[in-house]
């Protein structure tokens, strides 16, 4: 039964959507949680996967790429969760799935880290980025995959189609390096069975080479 002295918060951790109607009816802010500042009720209702509210708060002016104190959106959330019927929902009312969380992670670099394959596939079927210019600290989904020698997923990521060679290139390379640094000869293998390239890239970079003498891995070198 609706209760129109509950808060925002209050009604969707009931899962009450008829007070989170009469909340928005009332011209409450869909993206504050008076109860608790740091997380948004969007992001609330995608952790309790509560579906009709998530759609009731993004039909009345939830902002779909808001972020918690972690830096982390719902999408990250419902990735975390893996939660499918979540990802298509915030999907299509046109989220961002690039966005950065405080770590680092993109929704797709953390369905690598999750070892979730099928929620990798999921993403990288909705226009997920696969290949991608970034600096470090940060790591494209390929180098994550090889960081944490995610063969299976390595091995789907490497047959996304990519037009910008050099691109792609630069990302096999940087994957290829993750793998030898963390001893996964496996993956390290199917990236030069693979094309990633094992010249140095440059000038001041170690080549792939230099990186498994360093670790003292003979069966790279």
């Known amino acids: 039964m609706a209760n129109p002295q509950r808060t925002i918060y209050e009604a969707i951790t009931r899962n009450d959507i008829d007070s989170v109607r009469i909340q928005l009816t009332n011209n409450v802010n869909p993206n504050i949680s008076p ?3 740091t997380i948004t009720p969007l992001i609330l209702a995608v952790r309790l996967k509560f579906y009709d509210i998530i ?3 993004l039909m009345n002016g939830a902002d779909v790429n808001g972020v918690d104190e972690f830096g982390r959106t719902a999408l990250h959330v419902a990735v975390d969760n893996n939660d499918e019927a979540s990802v298509s929902i915030l999907i299509s009312h046109n989220c961002h799935l690039e ?3 405080n770590t680092g992670k993109t929704p797709l670099t953390l369905a690598v880290d999750k070892n979730n394959i099928h929620m990798v596939r999921f993403l990288v079927a909705y226009g997920s980025v696969v290949y991608k210019y970034v600096e470090l ?3 494209p989904p390929l180098a994550y995959a090889a960081f944490y020698g995610r063969l299976d997923i390595l ?3 490497v047959n996304v189609e990519e037009t910008d060679r050099e691109k792609k290139n630069k990302n096999m390379h940087l994957a290829l390096c993750m793998a030898i640094t ?10 030069i069975d693979n094309g990633a390239p094992i ?3 440059r000038g001041n970079d170690l080549s792939p080479l230099e990186f498994a ?3 003292r891995n003979e069966y790279i070198v």
């Open 213 to 215: 003498i360093i670790r």
């Open 199 to 201: 010249i140095r890239r």
């Open 35 to 37: 109860n608790s500042p």
């Open 99 to 101: 966005k950065y969380n």
């Open 155 to 157: 091995q789907f990521l």
């Open 137 to 139: 600290p940060e790591l």
């Open 55 to 57: 759609n009731e708060l």
């Open 182 to 191: 963390e001893g996964h000869n496996e993956v390290a293998k199917f990236l």
